[in-house]
């Protein structure tokens, strides 16, 4: 047998990487390792993700344009762009709707003392009074009431000025509630595609240029289109073999990220169990949720609707990406993974990888939309605050919407879940209670839109004919 065939596949390789990352981790805050962990170990996860963000931009620029310019019908693209569109509408729905449905049976928030729930729905109603234009949800007064009179003098000040980083996320969130509704619409076009490109920051309007000039190139005759379609093919090749090189090192790299995620947590391993002991049902509930879109309702779909892809077979292949989201909590910086993955392994045309993933990495959240919806749910059962089915609707409603301008960046999800606490009428500076546990469920839910992403990128490729079912890696065959 040859080397190759001994060798661990990648995914295996990560996921010991990631492993002994978390180990190490520990061991390190035990013995007081953190600030070596931080200042030797942790730089290196940094580099991955910079090699991983600037890969990102460039291949969906050359991707993009390699793939539109070669269709030969280019209502092909608005029907495959209707369809992608509609797949992340849907499947951000299911996932709101499903986190809604585990929060409401579950009840985490019910799971506090008594006792701190009644003072916590007391300090929800001095903010009632405190800020126009709020009501309280439903008929009840705890500061009117007798029989809780004894704890009006344990009221504390609400988390509105305790943590500048919280302040500065309600900010940026009321700045975007003021936005024109169509605002993305205008944010999608470029005033300055040089300036787009090299900020790094609005992928939507590189994705709109890179659409707009694939188009034209299919209008202009061929024997000047043709060398411009290689030139961007060639990039493109380029890009996914850097992607390729880089991915032989990733289990390393992933070691140093893990590791140094969790030294910044706590600097003891009581610390870090704390943070989770603290809002324990709250994590289980958005973990199972999360869980439950990654191993059943995704992997079900694809299976169902393309039925020679194996539910193994897909987990099997997509692994990587899903192991790079974990680490990096971003989907931006595991877009060239995602590609790499679906078109290797998933055998996902060019046309369709290229042309879809750009868009799930920027307009389809399912991960985050459904941790918003069980959150608000959560923190209005700590206050004792009944939303009511019409309350809950609007929270599904806001949560797609703010999914789709949510930023493919860690924790860019607190910002879109300030907005859906206000749609509700709730303290946005609430976020305050559940933000420990924040950068560990993001990075699950970053997972959750990978995997969204590859999931519809697979339905679309099998609907337009665009994969080759018959050379899909199977995990049952030696490679």
Known sequence: MSKARKKLPLHIQIIIGMIIGIIYAFISSYFGWNSFTRNWIDPFGTIFLRLLKFMALPLVLFSIISGVSSLSDVSKLGRMGAKTIGFYLVTTIFAISLGLFLVNVIKPGSFMDDEQRAKNRMQYEL??????????KDNLNFLEDPKYDYLKADLKDDFEFKDDSIKDKIM??????????????????????????SSNQNMLQVIFFAIFFGITLLFIPEDKAKPIKAFFDGMNEIFLKMVDILMR??????????????????DTPAEVFQIFKSLGTYTIV????????IFVVYPTLVSSIVRKVKYRTFLRNISPAQLMAFSTSSSAATLPVTIDCLEENMKVSKNVAGFVLPIGATVNMDGTSMYQAIAVIFLAQLHMVDLSFTQQLIIVLTATLASIGSAAVPSAGLIMLIIVLQSVGLNPAWIAIIFPVDRILDMIRTTVNVTGDASVTTIIAYSENEIDLDSINDPNTNE
Do not use: C, H, R
């Open 127 to 136: 903010w009632v009074e405190a800020t126009p234009g709020v009501e309280l």
């Open 172 to 197: 940026s969130a009321n700045q975007k509630k003021e936005e024109s509704p169509l605002v993305f619409l205008v944010n999608m076009i470029p005033d300055n595609i040089g300036a787009a490109i």
């Open 249 to 266: 090192y990733a289990p390393y790299f992933v070691f140093a990220l893990l590791a140094g995620v969790i030294s910044k947590m706590a």
């Open 286 to 293: 958005v973990t199972i949720g999360l869980l439950l879109m």
